[in-house]
Each structure stands twice: as C-alpha cells, then as structure tokens.
C-alpha cells in the first residue's frame, strides 16, 4: 500500500463535503481528510454535540489520517475578519509543527498580486516560526500556469497544478510534484500546504 510520506507526486481532491479531502495518486488511496466537530467556548455547557459544526467557518480542524485512519496529522483554522489567521499543522500528541500563513513580500509583493503578475505568497513555518518553504499560487494573468513551492533560499522544491476535482466540477483538485524527498517538518508542511491555503478560501 503506497505511503503518503513516501510520495514524490500526489493529488488533493475534495469529493463531495466542502472542507473534506483525499489524497490519492494514480487512483491509490495516500490519506483522507475529514472535519472534526470543535465545540466553542460558548458551547461548553451543551450535552451534545452543534450540528451546525460543518457549516461554521469560524474555526476549522481537519483531520489528516491514512487508508487505515490512524492520524497523520491534524489542520487547525481559526477564521478573523479583522486580521488573517494562519492554519496551525498540529501533531496527533498535540505538539505544534508548524503553519501556513499569508506572506504579502511587502509593498513590492502587494502591488504584483493586485496587478495580477504574482500570485498568493504563502510561508510554510515550522514550530519557532522560521521559514521553511514559500509557496506561490499563479497570479490572475497566468492563472492556469503551475504554482510553486520554494525552499527559504529561493530554490524550488515543488510544483502544482490546480485544476477540477475529478468528483466534481464545482471543486478544485491539486496536483503535487515534489522534485525530492524533503526532510521533516518540511515534507509535512509541504503536505498540508493547499489544503491549508484551501481554509483561507471560503467554500463554494
């Protein structure tokens, strides 16, 4: 049975929920992604569980488990209109690995994402807050050009493809090409990237 950490190509499809995944290559099962129901401070009292958890943005925790469902890791997202959240990539022991956080490269980085010639710049943290990797979505006038994936140094180590889930037009699906094996926590962040990316976009 393939390994999710084993592989140097995989695809993010989001089947039919909003905020659930898999990760398959080639058609074989890597992982599964799946919603975790979180109470709210303000629902410690209740004696069950809120069924509107699926459709609250305010805060989302996604599983990330393998075709047995023992927990690779989880994805952590806590929405705020007034100032952008990154998602938090946390260990099954609760130990912190990194994040995923919006990374605009300054005014110079702002101005090319308006004028469409850059995409979304994205940092990939580890636990201390240093850069790992920056991942960058193709920018609106080349919008089916590849994004890329780059190392703190500025060499790429990834690229992807976005393009229609092959469950549904509606949803997007992501293409990952790794160009070696990446060591840790660089390969889980890699890993969880998109998806993580995926949680500042609201669903459609």
């Known amino acids: 049975m393939p390994n999710l950490y084993e592989a140097l190509t995989w695809t993010i499809d989001e089947p039919q929920r909003p905020r659930e995944y898999v990760f398959h290559d080639g058609g074989e099962l890597l992982a599964n992604v799946t919603r975790v129901q979180v109470r709210r401070p303000d629902e410690a009292a209740m004696p069950y569980a ?35 959240q990154p998602a938090h990539v946390v260990a099954p022991n609760g130990g912190r690995i990194g994040s995923i956080a919006v990374s605009t490269g300054g005014v110079k980085g702002i101005f090319k994402l308006m004028s469409g010639q850059q995409g979304g710049r994205y940092a990939l943290l580890d ?37 229609h889930s092959t469950y549904a037009e509606r949803r997007r699906s992501h293409t990952v090409r790794l160009f070696h ?15 993580g990316v995926e949680l500042m976009i609201p669903p459609g």
Not at 131 to 149: H, S, V, Y
Not at 181 to 195: C, G, M
């Open 50 to 84: 809120n069924p509107h958890a699926q459709y609250d943005e305010s805060r989302v925790v996604l599983c990330v488990a393998g075709p047995d469902q023992t927990p690779y890791f989880y994805i952590d997202r806590t929405d705020d209109p007034m100032r952008p």
């Open 127 to 163: 636990a201390h807050g240093n850069e790992t990797a920056l991942l960058t979505t193709p920018g609106l006038r080349n919008a089916k050009e590849p994004g890329t994936i780059a190392d703190p140094g500025g060499t790429q180590i990834a690229t992807y493809q976005t393009g």
């Open 181 to 195: 094996p990446l060591p840790e926590p660089q390969r889980t962040l890699v890993l969880a990237s998109l998806i």
